[in-house]
């Protein structure tokens, strides 16, 4: 941290040219004037400024470092401007004042302070114009001392001609430190008159570079540059004793000021033939010579001055800190609120995109239906234009066959209803009967195959002790048994729904053909009534159809006479669309053929690739599996060993077992026939518990038959009842069709005598004409 609380950044004053300043004037007027008012707008202005100077952002290395350091130190109420001055005075002790009206700009020369003794006190601040009221006493004023025709600002001029002397400022010069600043200092007058006279406008002279000047001019015409050079090293090396803001002015050495002719060498007035001729008539002040209660009321002023300053900087510092927290603490609230906002944003982008994936499909929607509304509509416009002009005789038997096709339908569906619905209860119950013999048998075939496991158990149990080859047959046996049986089921059933699938094509065979035979006897009659009306109408008809004829050919004529043109015009169009076409077709077919041998080429690359790599894999395989060979054959010799070994303790253990049961022997056929008895005595139970649930199996299948034939002599008496519904129900129909009939005549009768009144009328109308 510095002085002013402010991070330490590897930038220092020597880095900071005056263009570098003056660029990034332009950068900060840049970004304040622009609207987006957030820190993206600095850096906005200054990319925007290096592409106007022709730069790039890797070609700088000042610029953006001093932006960041800005934008570190910013504090609340501030504006860019004021915010760029104060981070180059406090931070890089360079005073830049700015004219917003860009004239009138003042430069003060601010000379090195090893060179200005009676402003040896004054620190790193400049002296303003508050101690007129003390300098202009004349109580210890040397004669001679007061240049007040004198001006010492300037405007926008160069500040490196000043008296003439500026061969005398450049430190190029071959001449001893002690002479330049004896007459540096010779040369200064006792003030400056800030409010004295009006400023004049400086001479224009030669205007040499420097290499630490004090002040500049910008080229823009607004900005003023006043660098703050430091202190004399002898007022350095005695500054800060105590505190940082200890000043030296309590221990004023006179013996530092040097007054020429008294202490120091009077300047060479082989000075004067170097000047031109035109800094000839310009004024030479006379040397500085001030007393010792001079030097003293100013040194005392200057420690009161310096301790109002120490107490100013200590309440700004104290300032300054407590901004630095507020804005510390509204940035972060700033950045939770936008931590916040960008959580909440990528929460609610999925259920936006959502969203609209949503409306996009509901508007996708609507518009294929309302294309499709619209294509129906042009269809029904089209169609009731052709209705409108046909015979009104095709539309009249149009009609009758429809509603003829509409009765026999409704009847053909009423009656196929009611036999599909008899037909799935028979098939239901031809389902269910079979099924009920065939679980009946998959039972019984299941509990023999469960008392066959038994018996093979208990077979197992008995010579297991005698025969290790019967052993090893019973388990065999044991083993096929249930796939042998699972073969059989499985056979029995596809049998069975062989059968079943065998009856299923039959009773369809037979339906189709019922089926057909209705439908033709339905064409027959359709047919019958057909040739009657056309018979009926033949005679209108021809005289129509010649009518047609005639007008159909004028009508076509004309249309050949309007679009012979059209077509030969559509023709060539055509004949240009299918060259078009084939050209495209062989441009596309020779892209694709040699896409196909890139492709090709490519996939024998790649199916050689493959290839090798598996030979490759396949040794690799090889030689693990000849690894795992070699070690499973060591191990099953470590194994052969351990078995021999087992063995042998096996044969001893297996004297001592034989022995054992032996003795146990007798024990054990006692066990097995009381055994053989228990099991016995539940047999007898489970045969007579069986033979009673057979007989109770009959007993209920003859309920069951006796359900069915009760149920099928319900299904007569209902069909009968149906049938007696739908006759009904037919009639009514047939009535309904009859004054639809009628209604039909009335309406076109009326129809008929309305135009037949239109047409008289108009007859009428058109005699009286």
């Not at 010579?289 to 109002?308: G, N």
Request: glycine share 4%; charged share 30%.
């Amino acid at each position: 941290m510095t002085a002013n609380g402010y991070e330490k950044t590897d930038l220092t004053r020597n880095n900071l040219t005056d263009e570098d300043i003056e660029t990034l004037y332009d950068i900060v007027r840049r970004a304040q004037s622009s609207t987006d008012k957030s820190s993206r707008a600095l850096f906005a202005a200054y990319g925007a400024v290096l592409e106007e100077q022709g730069l790039q952002p890797s070609d700088d290395a000042v610029l953006h470092r001093f932006l960041f350091h800005m934008q570190r130190h910013r504090r609340e109420g501030e504006d860019l401007v004021q915010r760029f001055g104060r981070v180059l005075k406090e931070s890089f002790d360079i005073d830049v004042e700015i004219n917003e009206d860009g004239e009138g700009i003042e430069v003060t020369t601010n000379l090195d302070a090893t060179r200005n003794g009676a402003q040896a006190s004054l620190g790193r601040y400049s002296r303003r114009g508050s101690f007129e009221s003390f300098f202009d006493g004349t109580a210890d004023k040397v004669a001679g001392t007061d240049y007040g025709d004198l001006s010492v600002r300037m405007r926008r001029g160069s500040h490196g001609a000043m008296n003439g002397y500026d061969d005398l400022l450049d430190p190029r010069r071959t001449r001893s430190d002690s002479q330049a600043r004896a007459y540096g200092q010779a040369l200064l007058p006792v003030r400056n008159k800030l409010n004295g006279n009006a400023l004049r406008r400086a001479v224009s002279g030669p205007h040499l570079s420097i290499r630490k000047r004090g002040a500049s001019v910008s080229s823009r015409g607004n900005l003023q540059i006043r660098r703050v050079d430091p202190t004399a090293p002898s007022r350095n090396d005695d500054n800060d004793a105590d505190s940082e803001f200890t000043d030296r002015t309590t221990s004023l050495d006179l013996s530092h000021i040097q007054i020429p002719g008294v202490n120091a060498p009077i300047p060479d007035d082989r000075q004067d033939s170097r000047r031109d001729s035109r800094d000839y008539y310009q004024y030479v002040p006379e040397p500085y010579r001030p007393s010792d209660t001079r030097l003293l009321d100013d040194a005392e002023t200057f420690e009161e001055q310096r301790l109002h300053r120490v107490t100013r900087q200590c309440i700004q510092r104290w300032r300054y800190r407590t901004q630095e927290s507020f804005s510390r603490h509204d940035d972060m609230d700033t950045l939770a609120l936008a931590f916040r906002r960008n959580v909440l944003l990528r929460v609610s982008f999925p259920l936006l995109y959502k969203a609209a994936t949503i409306r996009r499909n509901n508007r996708e929607t609507d518009r294929f239906f309302t294309r499709l509304e619209s294509r129906a509509d042009k269809a029904r416009a089209l169609f009731l234009l052709t209705k409108a002009f046909t015979h009104w005789a095709t539309s009249a038997e149009d009609e009758v066959q429809r509603t003829s096709v509409a009765r026999r339908h409704i009847l053909r569906t009423r009656f196929f209803n009611g036999w599909r619905d008899i037909t799935a209860v028979n098939e239901l119950k031809i389902q269910h009967f079979v099924l009920g013999n065939f679980l009946r048998k998959w039972r019984a075939k299941a509990e023999e195959a469960r008392r066959n496991e038994a018996n093979a158990v208990a077979h197992y149990e008995r010579i297991i002790a005698n025969r290790a080859l019967n052993k090893l047959k019973f388990t065999y046996f044991n083993i096929a048994a249930p796939a042998w049986h699972n073969n059989h089921v499985k056979g029995h059933t596809l049998r069975k729904m062989v059968e079943i699938a065998k009856i299923l094509k039959d009773r369809g065979d037979w339906a189709v053909k019922r089926y057909e035979q209705s439908l033709l006897r339905q064409r027959l009659g359709q047919w019958q009534q057909r040739t009657l009306a056309v018979q009926s109408q033949q005679v209108q008809a021809i005289e129509q159809q010649r009518k047609s004829q005639l007008s159909s050919a004028l009508h076509t004529l004309q249309k050949q006479a309007q679009l012979g043109p059209l077509i030969r015009q559509f023709q060539a169009h055509t004949n240009d669309r299918v060259i078009r076409g084939a050209f495209e077709t062989w441009r596309k077919d020779a892209q694709l053929s040699q896409q196909a041998r890139n492709v090709d080429r490519l996939r024998i690359l790649r199916n050689a690739y493959t290839a090798w790599n598996d030979r490759l894999r396949s040794k690799v395989v090889e030689d693990r599996i000849d690894d795992r060979v070699i070690v499973k054959t060591l191990y099953k010799w470590t194994l052969a060993s351990r078995v021999s070994l087992f063995q042998r303790v096996h044969d001893r253990q297996l004297k001592e077992s034989t022995f054992l049961s032996w003795v146990t022997k007798a024990n054990q056929r006692a066990n097995t026939l009381d055994a053989a008895e228990r099991r016995f005595a539940q047999f007898k139970q489970t045969q007579i518990l069986r033979t009673c649930l057979r007989k109770m199996e009959v007993i209920t299948s003859e309920r069951r038959r006796e359900e069915f034939a009760i149920l099928a002599e319900y299904q007569k008496k209902l069909k009968q009842r149906i049938f007696d519904k739908l006759k009904e129900r037919s009639a009514h129909f047939q009535q309904l069709t009859q004054w639809s009939k009628d209604a039909r005549f009335y309406v076109l009768s009326k129809r008929t005598l309305k135009t037949w009144g239109e047409a008289t009328q108009h007859a009428r109308r058109n005699r009286r004409r």
